[in-house]
């Protein structure tokens, strides 16, 4: 780790004890100004944004999630007001208790300290994790791709003015450079930085996760499925297979492998029938192959491969995988998940319970698509990420996702004996 790198941690971290000395009033203040910020500043973000588009292919999945618009900022602003009107995530008691020695313990939620977020070609997640942290009383240090490097600078700079004008130290947010060096040092930051959380790929989160020195929060990488039961409804599916495939293919909360029981392979035209009109590119297995030929357009039909499957396709692209049982369903998914969202469409109460019960994921549907794995949409306010693991926060992850919490004890000069 560089001394320069020594020097920004040490600042961030000295910059998150002020953070204590806020109130959630002035916290509410600066995050109605950042959004406000955020639209007045649109034309500098987007020009910082277009420098950034014109290196990347259009054709990259990631094209989409770098590319920033008007409406989407002030979708981001929007975001970030809702965060200001939720109830500060500090100073909760969760749990108190009088020991019979006249003791008493409350335990009472706290922020973090400083959180690293390590994410790829998408800039919004820099107003998202600087809102989430502020708010939570957490600083951050933003470690973004070099695909976005021009739009998370110039959105980094709005915020830093902001801070300036209510003469908030500035430290509560950095973003490091975009090489390889910087990541190196944040993974090793141990002392300075209290929490990891990689939002990416999967390549990403496994690098992180074997090389950081500091406690990680898996988020990021979905691999997710839409089993559709033989007791489906057939346009609950149809809409639902739709929707979860082609409202933003470059998500983590998009379908990724179509289950179908082999006893419903005769409705399969109709529930991939609107998936045509976003040109989506179907790998199918030898019977869906042979139930979607001729009612698919060929052009969009290919045969499945082994690497089919269990691959996050961040495209307009998705498998179909035909099952013979229920059971069957289940272990292509237990295979195959990113234990991310997976889906059920049935009709059948106790399968649709028995599906819920035994996937092991963090998000289970029923009858629902999976694009509402989303912070805001759980309610939440904007999301730092969607943990895929069991430690600590599962799913969308808040502002109490993103707290610890600290034991407090009080007494009268009680003593302990052996």
Same mark, same amino acid.
């Given at each position: =780790?560089?001394?320069?790198?020594?020097?920004?941690?040490?600042?961030? $971290?000295?910059?998150?004890?002020?953070?204590?000395?806020?109130?959630?009033?002035?916290?509410?203040?600066?995050?109605?100004?950042?959004?406000?910020?955020?639209?007045?500043?649109?034309?500098? /973000?987007?020009?910082?944004?277009?420098?950034?588009?014109?290196?990347?292919?259009?054709?990259?999945?990631?094209?989409?999630?770098?590319?920033?618009?008007?409406?989407?900022?002030?979708?981001?602003?929007?975001?970030?007001?809702?965060?200001? @009107?939720?109830?500060?995530?500090?100073?909760?008691?969760?749990?108190?208790?009088?020991?019979?020695?006249?003791?008493?313990?409350?335990?009472?939620?706290?922020?973090?300290?400083? /959180?690293? /977020?390590?994410?790829?070609?998408?800039?919004?997640?820099?107003?998202?994790?600087?809102?989430?942290?502020?708010?939570?009383?957490?600083?951050?240090?933003?470690?973004?791709?070099?695909?976005?490097?021009?739009?998370?600078?110039?959105?980094?700079?709005?915020?830093?003015?902001?801070?300036?004008?209510?003469?908030v130290n500035p430290h509560v947010v950095e973003l490091l450079p975009a090489d390889r060096e910087a990541t190196a040092a944040l993974l090793n930051a141990a002392g300075y930085v209290d929490l990891i959380i990689p939002r990416g790929s999967?390549?990403?989160?496994?690098?992180?996760?074997?090389?950081?020195?500091?406690?990680?929060?898996?988020?990021?990488a979905g691999i997710c499925h839409t089993y559709f039961d033989e007791f489906g409804d057939v346009s609950k599916g149809a809409d639902i297979i739709h929707n979860a495939k082609t409202r933003r293919v470059s998500v983590c909360n998009a379908?990724?492998?179509?289950?179908?029981?082999?006893?419903?392979?005769?409705?399969?035209?109709?529930?991939?029938?609107? #998936?045509?009109?976003?040109?989506?590119?179907?790998?199918?297995?030898?019977?869906?192959? !042979?139930? #979607? *030929?001729?009612?698919?357009?060929?052009? %969009?039909? !290919?045969?499945?491969?082994?690497?089919?499957?269990?691959? *996050?396709?961040?495209?307009?692209? =998705?498998?179909?995988?035909?099952?013979?049982?229920?059971?069957?369903?289940?272990?292509?998914?237990?295979?195959?998940?990113?234990?991310?969202?997976?889906?059920?469409?049935?009709?059948?109460?106790?399968?649709?319970? %028995?599906?819920?019960?035994?996937?092991?994921?963090?998000?289970?549907? @029923?009858?629902?698509?999976?694009?509402?794995?989303?912070?805001?949409?759980?309610?939440?306010?904007?999301?730092?990420? /969607?943990? @895929? !693991?069991?430690?600590?926060?599962?799913?969308? =992850?808040?502002?109490?996702?993103?707290?610890?919490?600290?034991?407090?004890?009080?007494?009268?000069? $009680?003593?302990?004996?052996?």
């Amino acid at each position: =780790m560089t001394t320069n790198s020594n020097e920004t941690f040490a600042a961030v $971290q000295a910059a998150s004890r002020e953070l204590a000395l806020l109130s959630d009033d002035i916290i509410n203040q600066i995050l109605n100004a950042v959004a406000d910020a955020a639209v007045a500043e649109t034309p500098f /973000i987007l020009a910082e944004n277009e420098k950034d588009l014109t290196r990347m292919d259009k054709n990259d999945p990631k094209y989409d999630r770098l590319k920033l618009t008007e409406e989407r900022l002030k979708g981001i602003a929007a975001d970030t007001r809702n965060v200001a @009107t939720l109830p500060s995530p500090l100073g909760k008691v969760l749990k108190e208790t009088v020991r019979p020695n006249g003791m008493r313990l409350t335990k009472v939620s706290v922020p973090f300290g400083v /959180i690293g /977020i390590i994410y790829e070609a998408r800039p919004n997640v820099s107003f998202d994790v600087f809102s989430l942290c502020l708010k939570s009383g957490n600083a951050c240090v933003l470690k973004g791709g070099s695909d976005a490097d021009c739009s998370n600078r110039a959105i980094i700079n709005v915020i830093h003015e902001v801070l300036k004008r209510f003469n908030v130290n500035p430290h509560v947010v950095e973003l490091l450079p975009a090489d390889r060096e910087a990541t190196a040092a944040l993974l090793n930051a141990a002392g300075y930085v209290d929490l990891i959380i990689p939002r990416g790929s999967s390549g990403l989160i496994n690098f992180v996760r074997e090389n950081a020195k500091i406690p990680v929060i898996e988020t990021g990488a979905g691999i997710c499925h839409t089993y559709f039961d033989e007791f489906g409804d057939v346009s609950k599916g149809a809409d639902i297979i739709h929707n979860a495939k082609t409202r933003r293919v470059s998500v983590c909360n998009a379908l990724d492998c179509t289950i179908v029981h082999e006893k419903r392979l005769a409705e399969l035209p109709v529930l991939c029938e609107k #998936l045509k009109g976003s040109n989506v590119i179907i790998y199918a297995d030898p019977l869906a192959y !042979q139930a #979607l *030929e001729g009612h698919y357009p060929a052009e %969009l039909l !290919q045969h499945a491969k082994a690497e089919s499957f269990g691959t *996050e396709f961040l495209d307009y692209k =998705m498998a179909v995988k035909t099952v013979k049982s229920f059971e069957d369903a289940l272990g292509h998914i237990y295979e195959n998940s990113s234990k991310h969202s997976e889906c059920i469409v049935t009709e059948n109460k106790e399968r649709a319970a %028995l599906f819920t019960k035994i996937v092991d994921a963090a998000c289970v549907y @029923t009858n629902v698509s999976t694009a509402f794995t989303d912070g805001a949409q759980f309610g939440l306010g904007a999301e730092i990420g /969607i943990s @895929t !693991q069991k430690l600590h926060a599962r799913g969308p =992850m808040g502002l109490e996702e993103i707290t610890s919490y600290k034991w407090i004890i009080e007494g009268d000069g $009680q003593t302990r004996r052996s």
